[in-house]
């Protein structure tokens, strides 16, 4: 939905600190519509509540530089529970008519539509027109009225004694209007997580891991996502390209959107007596190769390894995550490198200490999936979307606590 925005927007989910800009631009936006009275209203109807706990339901839409040019607050409905609530729409006068409106209720849609709420409703007042025409050209039906006023039927004292409103109504399951039928259909996008321990989560008493809190932070954003965590504890990178094929292909079939997450690194680096399990060169031939063979197929996206208590390790993984980054880069693949990240992070260091000696416990696995959140959204948004490091992520403070060991697999 968001390659329909006009080039050099950017739409995302509203914030507390948004309502006082949302509440500026309001008078200017609505023209003065309904003079004083009208401007009170309006911003009576918009406290600080709607961009604290609606957020995941509404929407702003900003351009490259950051300045605001529309919003939707929107809610779904908790006592009625087929239907969700349009509550304030406002688009920049200079962006009117670009399709900005419809292009935010169709991700409101989807989103109900997700859901499993089948009617979206919504108010405006009387005289507005080109709300009226706005929501009729959406495919809104306006509801019974007792008055008519300018051939709209309206309820003369909705809001309360003297506070007229026209009512909409539009059922989602109404794929008549092809403007809209795209709003309903939900992607399902299918994901394999192919990697090692770390991937599987060991070490956390939860069991969700980085995997399972990325995933579940994911629902209720208008994906249908399906996850497989493929973590193989011990895995290097060559059993890794040895299995991908057989493992993932099965789970993606051609109807879905295909998604491939890798991440492994740590075993490569360990020693196993004889010297290093996977050498760096072979190492980063392997993911070369494993790229090589995934991308005509489905995007992906990698997760660098993190450090694992071991502080000879640890340089290699250090120097490996390099590699592995500058490799990505060449090949187009977004990389999130969180070794950096978490080596500075006290809590990951203590998780490993207090644990098996290599894997973190819950609080570390919280910290990973942090780092690797805004980049995999962006990713399953648009699968060409790059990465920056999540570094300033990091917190700054103790230096990493280096705890020697071997990795249990
Ligand atoms: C109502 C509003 C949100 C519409 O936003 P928008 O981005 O201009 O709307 P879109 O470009 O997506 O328009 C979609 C369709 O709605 C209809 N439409 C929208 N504005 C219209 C207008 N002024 N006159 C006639 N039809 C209109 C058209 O069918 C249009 O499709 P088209 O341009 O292909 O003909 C915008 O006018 C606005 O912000 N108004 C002030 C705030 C307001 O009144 N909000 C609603 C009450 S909360």
Not at 212 to 236: D, K, P, S, V
Not at 295 to 321: F, I, K, N, T
Request: proline share 8%; net charge neutral.
């Amino acid at each position: 939905m968001v390659d329909e925005l006009p080039d050099g927007l950017v739409l995302r989910h509203p914030h507390a600190g948004d309502q006082r800009r949302v509440l500026a631009v309001m008078d200017v936006w609505w023209a003065g519509f309904g003079g004083d009275a009208g401007s009170l209203q309006r911003s009576l109807l918009l406290p600080r509540l709607f961009f604290q706990h609606f957020t995941d339901s509404s929407y702003l839409v900003e351009r490259d530089d950051g300045r605001l040019v529309a919003f939707l607050i929107g809610f779904l409905s908790p006592s009625q529970p087929e239907v969700a609530y349009i509550h304030f729409v406002g688009v920049d006068p200079s962006l009117r008519r670009s399709g900005l409106g419809a292009c935010l209720y169709r991700r409101f849609f989807q989103l109900a539509a997700a859901r499993g709420r089948s009617r979206v409703r919504c108010i405006t007042s009387p005289g507005n027109a080109a709300s009226w025409a706005f929501h009729t050209g959406l495919g809104f039906q306006v509801e019974p009225g007792d008055i008519m006023i300018d051939g709209v039927a309206v309820q003369r004292d909705y809001d309360g004694p003297g506070l007229p409103r026209v009512a909409f109504t539009r059922m989602l399951t109404d794929q008549t209007s092809p403007m809209l039928a795209p709003a309903v259909t939900v992607r399902d996008v299918r994901v394999c997580f192919l990697g090692d321990s770390f991937t599987a989560g060991v070490g956390d008493p939860t069991h969700l891991g980085w995997v399972g809190r990325l995933t579940a932070r994911t629902e209720h954003r208008g994906l249908r996502l399906t996850a497989y965590n493929l973590g193989i504890r011990g895995n290097t990178s060559a059993q890794i390209r040895a299995r991908w094929r057989q493992e993932c292909l099965p789970r993606l079939p051609e109807a879905c959107e295909a998604r491939l997450v890798l991440s492994f690194g740590v075993n490569d680096m360990t020693q196993d007596g004889h010297g290093l399990r996977v050498p760096p060169d072979r190492s980063v031939a392997n993911l070369r190769s494993l790229l090589a063979e995934a991308l005509p197929v489905l995007p992906v996206l990698m997760v660098g390894p993190p450090p694992s208590g071991d502080a000879g390790r640890d340089e290699r993984v250090r120097a490996l995550d390099e590699q592995y980054a500058s490799l990505c880069a060449a090949k187009d693949v977004p990389y999130v490198s969180v070794f950096t990240a978490l080596a500075e992070q006290p809590s990951w260091q203590q998780g490993i200490a207090d644990g098996d000696g290599a894997h973190p416990a819950a609080v570390g696995y919280e910290q990973l999936t942090n780092l690797v959140f805004d980049p995999w959204w962006r990713w399953l948004e648009d699968p060409r979307s790059g990465t920056e490091l999540p570094r300033d992520r990091a917190a700054s403070g103790a230096g990493p606590r280096r705890v020697p060991g071997a990795l249990p697999r």
